[in-house]
């Protein structure tokens, strides 16, 4: 079956600066690639997500890249505020369009510094 | 915010006792999953199911059972429950079809401790 890592498993940054968390993944197959954010004590919210037909795409302050040839994909947040301090996960899937089984990455700690 | 709701949020149990958990959704969405959260693994699916009476298991479905009578209501039952179950356990809710959205919803989490 699939297989998600994801590094790091924390991150600190300055707010303003820019974090990127990566993960990679082992099933070829995989076609969809989204990224949840947990805030502390409540349930993963979707933020972004990729199609396999996709390199890049963007929304606001977040964007994700997919390298389909390494099988890997990173989340890049830019001026981070604190507010984006949360538990970010990856995860990837082949049954785009129908039981959507998500592998999950094992999670990043991002903690913006004011 | 997505209409799920889940049941108790925090239970302390012994060990050998049987547990059920309830996610009960107001979106009328066809999909319906459980998922474990443990330090350093993330979030592993437990069950799924794809409408009513209609299961599956996932990565880590041992000791662990299942059932969907109605649309709203995902029950997860541990049989007998041991610490190696102590989690957070979240329920997800879907849309189901290739027109339909990806995203799963999930439900606030229940923290489950086994002693």
């Known amino acids: 079956g699939e297989n998600v890592e994801q590094h790091p498993s924390t991150l600190s940054v300055q707010e303003g600066d820019s974090a990127v968390i990566k993960c990679t993944y082992s099933d070829s197959a995989s076609n969809y690639f989204p990224w949840y954010k947990q805030e502390l004590g409540k349930g993963s919210q979707l933020i972004i997500d990729?199609?396999?037909?996709?390199g890049e795409k963007k929304d606001q302050r977040i964007a994700v890249t997919l390298n389909k040839t390494a099988k890997h994909f990173s989340l890049h947040i830019t001026e981070t505020q604190p507010e984006d301090s949360a538990v970010y996960f990856c995860a990837a899937t082949t049954s785009y369009g129908s039981a959507r089984q998500l592998t999950f990455g094992s999670g990043t700690q991002l903690t913006v510094l004011p | 915010d997505a209409g799920i709701t889940q049941s108790p949020r925090h239970k302390v149990t012994e060990t050998g006792t049987p547990v059920t958990l309830r996610c009960h959704q107001t979106e009328n969405h066809r999909y319906m999953y459980w998922y474990r959260q443990d330090p350093g693994h993330g979030l592993r699916l437990i069950h799924y199911s794809y409408g009513v009476k209609d299961t599956d298991k996932g990565e880590v479905s041992d000791g662990y059972s299942v059932s969907r009578s109605k649309t709203e209501d995902f029950l997860l039952t541990l049989e007998s429950a041991t610490s190696s179950q102590t989690s957070v356990y979240f329920c997800a809710i879907s849309e189901s079809g290739t027109s339909g959205s990806n995203e799963q919803f999930f439900g606030p989490g229940t923290r489950l401790t086994v002693l």
């Open positions: 990729i199609r396999s037909n996709v």
